[in-house]
């Protein structure tokens, strides 16, 4: 009886489910343009890339050798490629926890009720609204050994007998450029934070007063657990975007000096259009898109099974 009733239904689903994509075909042909778009834009480029990574194919000539995995082998068997994963994730994780804590101080801070905080909260958004690269040239004279303010003020309070060139030294140039980067993308994690901040309902402030809760107890309990989605979201972000980034690093030290500064992103523009050799730049790029999508995939299941605790 059962197989019965479910092959009777059979039918009267498929009509159902036709029925339905028929009055919905003007939705399908409104994102139709979009759904174009992106294919062009951003799937084209992508499969190109793939295909690319599996050739020998410099950049002179129109000329391309079928090699396989022949680039890929090559990368994953030099040591220079493990050495620019640990460069990278040091950029990447520095530079996100960098943003995300001083975005949070400042967020919370501009929440409050403080003399000129509309000013501030206008000024924060300044070092964002600048593009990255004359960012990227004022922090390189800022840190320059002879005529930057820092070591102008270092000397002045005694810090430092002489001028010392930070990012000319192999040991503290990395530091130098995650400096830039988080002074240049916390304002962004700033306003992101301060928005999620500000939808949080006040009830639950003056409950946990009246409770006896301390300050550092409902920001524990009451905003970290709401700010979570938030964080989430801004977190995710500023990892892809810190993860891609190019003009910081290459307008302050072209990923030197002897290539400590140097970052997946910075290799593939090197070795594919410096040098010319578009495969084995493909084939970094291919390697960089595939560490992307296994940390976004996992961050967010990771996210999901946490459920709404933090």
């Known amino acids: 009886m059962g197989t ?52 020998q194919s410099p950049a002179d000539s129109p000329i391309e050798t079928y090699v396989g ?4 082998a090559a990368i994953l068997d030099s040591d220079v490629f493990y050495q620019l994963l640990w460069q990278t994730g040091r950029w990447v994780v520095l530079g996100v926890a960098g943003k995300t804590l001083l975005g949070l101080l400042i967020a919370v801070h501009l929440k409050g009720d403080i003399r000129g905080r509309k000013f501030f909260r206008t000024a924060f958004l300044i070092p964002w609204g600048i593009p ?43 530091i130098g450029v995650v400096v830039a980067d988080i002074w240049i993308g916390t304002p962004f994690m700033a306003i992101i934070l301060l928005a999620g901040l500000q939808s949080i309902p006040e009830e639950l402030y003056e409950a946990a007063s009246i409770d006896g809760a301390r300050r550092w107890e409902q920001f ?66 291919v390697i960089g898109f595939l560490f992307l999508l296994v940390f976004a ?14």
């Open 297 to 310: 995939v996992s961050y967010l299941r990771v996210y999901t099974r946490g459920g709404d605790e933090l």
């Open 4 to 55: 019965v009733e479910r092959d009777t239904d059979r039918p009267t689903r498929i009509w159902r489910g036709a029925t339905h994509l028929y009055h919905n075909r003007w939705a399908y042909l409104l994102i139709a343009p979009a759904v174009v778009f992106l294919v062009s834009v951003v799937g084209y480029p992508i499969v190109e890339t793939f295909r690319l990574s599996l050739y």
């Open 220 to 285: 524990r309990y009451i905003t970290l657990p709401q700010l979570k989605s938030v964080i989430f979201i801004a977190t995710l972000l500023s990892t892809i975007w810190t993860f891609v980034s190019f003009d910081v690093i290459w307008t302050m030290t072209r990923g030197g000096p002897i290539n400590t500064t140097s970052t997946l992103v910075i290799q593939i523009y090197q070795v594919g259009l410096e040098n010319g050799d578009l495969g084995r730049g493909a084939a970094y790029s």
């Open 132 to 174: 990255y690269a004359i960012s990227a040239v004022v922090f390189r004279w800022i840190e320059h050994p002879q005529y930057g303010a820092l070591n102008a003020i270092l000397m002045k309070l005694g810090v430092i007998d002489q001028g010392i060139g930070i990012l000319g030294n192999p040991e503290t140039a990395w």
């Open 69 to 72: 995995l022949a680039h890929y």
